[in-house]
């Protein structure tokens, strides 16, 4: 019996979702509704500004475009399931949608902090070499940037995905979270998942953690260059560390995550999966106010967009 239990590999799965009664799942709905709501529109605000003015074309805008295009694939690759899970306990999901949804998480994510490091060397290169500015951000120069970090992340998460795909499992078809994360889907393989975790880690530091810190040293060069110069920013000082600060919450949060499943702990699956949820929904609302919003040409068109939608309203 027990050989025939090890041949069989599920091929459709349950996210179990937050623990409790119908009614607070209910409940929960309401605030993770909300900043889906908010995640959605802001970032679709900012996409649709920046691309219909021309003077916002310059290289930050596009990045906080490219952004704001990223945090929105993210929320909706699994915010509506999880949605629809606390409100009418749809929790079905085969094993490839379940793949390709962690495909989708993981490498966007992944692609988050990449952008930060390309909008961290924009800065670098507008205050430490303003005179070389256009020569380094010409797209040519700048595409070895994109290039390599983006074939790194490819790399790795289509590992990380191919070695779920190879594994069988036949402990259990639910998934012990809202939305398939690699170490909840993998722990219910039969087979040993050591080169799994491996890999999960190898990821975690060879991309996001690498990242953050390179992020980190760039703006390091700029506070030294503004330092030596004498031009002392109050405005540059104030939006990196509020950067860094972001960043670093996030990527305790994401480790938090990341090592509860690989560290014994007492956490009770509803936290680990409102950490996990958190991490990566409440950047997609906070990103576009951020690195959006606070920059004082995209606020200015936003202001503008909504007097000329009120005017038309009041007429």
């Known amino acids: 019996m027990a050989s025939g239990w090890q041949n069989i590999s599920h091929t459709d799965f349950i996210l179990s979702g937050f623990s409790g009664p119908k009614e607070w799942k209910q409940l929960l709905f309401i605030p993770f509704f909300l900043l889906f709501v908010m995640s959605v529109t802001a970032n679709s605000m900012i996409i649709f500004i920046i691309l219909s003015h021309r003077a916002l074309h310059s290289p930050m805008y596009l990045l906080i475009c490219v952004m704001a295009f990223v945090d929105l694939v993210i929320a909706i690759s699994f915010v509506p399931n999880m949605l629809l899970n606390l409100l009418f306990n749809w929790n079905h999901i085969s094993l490839i949608g379940c793949l390709v949804q962690m495909f989708c998480i993981h490498f ?176 997609t609302c906070l990103n576009p106010i951020i690195y959006g919003i606070r920059t004082k040409e995209i606020r200015q068109q936003v202001i503008k967009a909504i007097r000329s939608k009120c005017g038309q309203m009041s007429t």
Not at 138 to 154: D, G, Q, Y
Not at 162 to 177: D, F, T, V
């Open 108 to 283: 966007f994510t992944s692609v988050q902090t990449t952008i930060l490091l390309w909008m961290a060397l924009d800065r670098f290169y507008a205050i430490c070499t303003p005179l070389h500015y256009n020569e380094h951000m010409r797209f040519s120069a700048f595409l070895k940037f994109v290039i390599i970090p983006m074939l790194r992340n490819a790399v790795f998460i289509s590992a990380i995905v191919g070695l779920a795909r190879s594994l069988s499992y036949c402990q259990s078809n639910e998934i012990k979270h809202c939305f398939c994360e690699h170490m909840a889907l993998v722990t219910l393989a039969c087979g040993p998942i050591y080169v799994n975790s491996v890999v999960g880690l190898c990821g975690v530091f060879f991309i996001s953690t690498a990242d953050i810190l390179l992020i980190a040293l760039s703006y390091v060069r700029i506070f030294v260059s503004l330092f030596k110069s004498g031009r002392s920013s109050q405005k540059a000082f104030s939006t990196c560390i509020t950067h860094i600060i972001v960043m670093f919450v996030g990527l305790i949060m994401a480790l938090t995550s990341f090592l509860s499943y690989r560290i014994k702990n007492d956490m009770s699956s509803n936290s680990h999966m409102a950490i996990s949820t958190m991490y990566l929904l409440v950047p």
